[in-house]
């Protein structure tokens, strides 16, 4: 299993751009969740799913959208980068009550 | 929403020394965990606490659920240079494990 997938690594935008962060797992499981990491910060949770076709916001939602049309792929999509919006972006998922996430590598965003 | 202050912030100890950190929130949890992450990586979790009171050891991990469900602390015997990295809390109220709660993490030196 190649677990949690993220892609791309590294991102710089100009403020304005759109552009959407990919996320896959192939562990099948149900719960998805999207992550944003300041620097000297824990994690805030942006939108989460419970399985295809279902998501909801978390903390921090405004600028992001979110779809699960399958269940492998989860993707984030930043609508109108924003320098805020610069952060490093994990991806988790986890199996039904499961307890533990697992993590993707993260993608590191740079908005100028 | 939930709030998790952590303490403390940073650590530099000497290799072979015990390392205590706790965090503290606003509102209880029914579920604490505790993760590590490592510089360019994305967290894993070490420990997992789901009652209040529990006591739970991972190797030289320790870590306790409080009493009161609002707080938590982990414990590191005899460290190591490997252990070096950031250390978050993160606090569930449902079984969702999707939407955990972050703390902003305490980051750890050790000196060989």
């Known amino acids: 299993n190649a677990g949690v997938t993220q892609t791309p690594k590294f991102q710089v935008l100009k403020t304005g751009q759109s552009m959407t962060l990919q996320c896959a797992q192939d562990?099948?499981?149900?719960?998805m969740s999207w992550y944003r990491q300041d620097p000297g910060m824990g994690l805030r949770l942006i939108h989460y799913s419970v399985g295809a076709g279902i998501t909801d916001q978390g903390e921090v939602p405004n600028g992001y959208n979110v779809s699960r049309s399958t269940t492998e792929d989860f993707p984030l999509r930043l609508l109108s980068a924003a320098p805020s919006q610069t952060s490093v972006y994990f991806c988790a998922s986890s199996p039904w009550q499961g307890v533990k996430q697992y993590f993707g590598p993260g993608t590191r965003l740079t908005v100028t | 929403g939930q709030q998790l202050n952590r303490s403390p912030q940073s650590m530099f100890i000497q290799e072979g020394e015990d390392v205590s950190m706790n965090c503290t929130s606003s509102?209880?949890?029914?579920?604490w965990l505790w993760y590590k992450q490592d510089p360019g990586e994305g967290p894993v979790l070490l420990i997992a606490l789901y009652k209040a009171g529990e006591l739970t050891s991972n190797g030289r991990l320790t870590a306790q659920f409080g009493i009161t469900r609002k707080d938590s602390f982990l414990n590191i015997s005899a460290s190591i240079p490997s252990d070096v990295g950031i250390y978050f809390c993160?606090?569930?109220?449902?079984?969702?494990?999707?939407?955990?709660?972050f703390g902003d993490g305490t980051t750890l030196t050790v000196k060989p």
């Open positions: 509102s209880i949890f029914n579920t």
């Open positions: 562990m099948n499981h149900e719960y």
């Open positions: 993160a606090g569930r109220i449902d079984t969702n494990a999707g939407k955990s709660t």
